[in-house]
């Protein structure tokens, strides 16, 4: 089955600066790659997204870079804020389980601390 | 419009007991998923279901099962509760079956003692 890994598991930047959050997987066929946001003690809630037809997309201060020769994809935000202080994780879809995007396989997550 | 709903939000259960957890997707979709997400990990799959057949089971043993009802409405069962099984499960529905955004629920903590 499909494998993701996520670095850094923790980031820690300067109100302003930017932060990037980098995943790999395994499987080429994989063709669905979601970014969502956890907040502590919330549900996940999808920030981004990126079909492997596309190899960048961009809402305001985030984007997601995809290459899918390398079999790896980023996010980066820029002017990053207080509230983007969260735990983000990356995904992606797993056709070994029948394609559905709901079978997603998830990175262990990257805690990003966003200091004053 | 109502989010995914999961009913209970808190369960304290005892080794070797058999758990229900609920899921309801939000109206109009088809697709429910669920996850177990244990703490400072990211969710791993459990199953999916569309259409209210199983069209997908993650690496769990036969003691987690799960079905879907005509409303789309989803239950997850796990029998012979081990401590391992401590986590926060969430579940997750989507439009459609394939590529497209998964909104989860705020999920339930299950505490096995």
């Known amino acids: 089955g499909e494998n993701v890994e996520q670095h850094p598991s923790t980031l820690s930047v300067q109100e302003g600066d930017s932060a990037v959050i980098k995943c790999t997987y395994s499987d080429s066929a994989s063709n669905y790659f979601p970014w969502y946001k956890q907040e502590l003690g919330k549900r996940p809630q999808l920030i981004i997204d990126?079909?492997?037809?596309?190899g960048e997309k961009k809402d305001q201060r985030i984007a997601v870079t995809l290459n899918k020769t390398a079999k790896h994809f980023s996010l980066h935000i820029t002017e990053t804020q207080p509230e983007d202080s969260a735990v983000y994780f990356c995904?992606?879809?797993?056709?070994?389980?029948?394609?559905?995007?709901?079978?997603?396989?998830f990175g262990k997550g990257t805690h990003l601390i966003i200091q004053p | 419009d109502a989010g995914v709903t999961q009913s209970p939000t808190h369960l304290i259960k005892t080794r070797g007991q058999q758990v229900t957890l609920r899921c309801s997707p939000i109206s109009g979709h088809k697709s429910v998923s669920w996850y177990q997400q244990v703490l400072g990990q990211g969710p791993q799959f459990i199953f999916q279901?569309?259409?209210?057949?199983?069209?997908g089971r993650g690496n769990f043993p036969d003691r987690f099962s799960a079905r879907q009802f005509p409303n789309y409405s989803s239950e997850l069962n796990v029998n012979a509760l081990l401590l391992g099984d401590s986590a926060l499960y969430l579940c997750?529905?989507?439009?459609?079956?394939?590529?497209?955004?998964?909104?989860f629920g705020q999920g339930t903590r299950l505490t096995v003692v």
């Open positions: 279901y569309y259409e209210k057949e199983e069209r």
């Open positions: 997750a529905s989507s439009l459609i079956r394939v590529n497209t955004e998964a909104f």
């Open positions: 995904a992606a879809s797993d056709p070994t389980i029948g394609g559905g995007a709901d079978g997603l396989t």
């Open positions: 990126i079909r492997s037809n596309v």
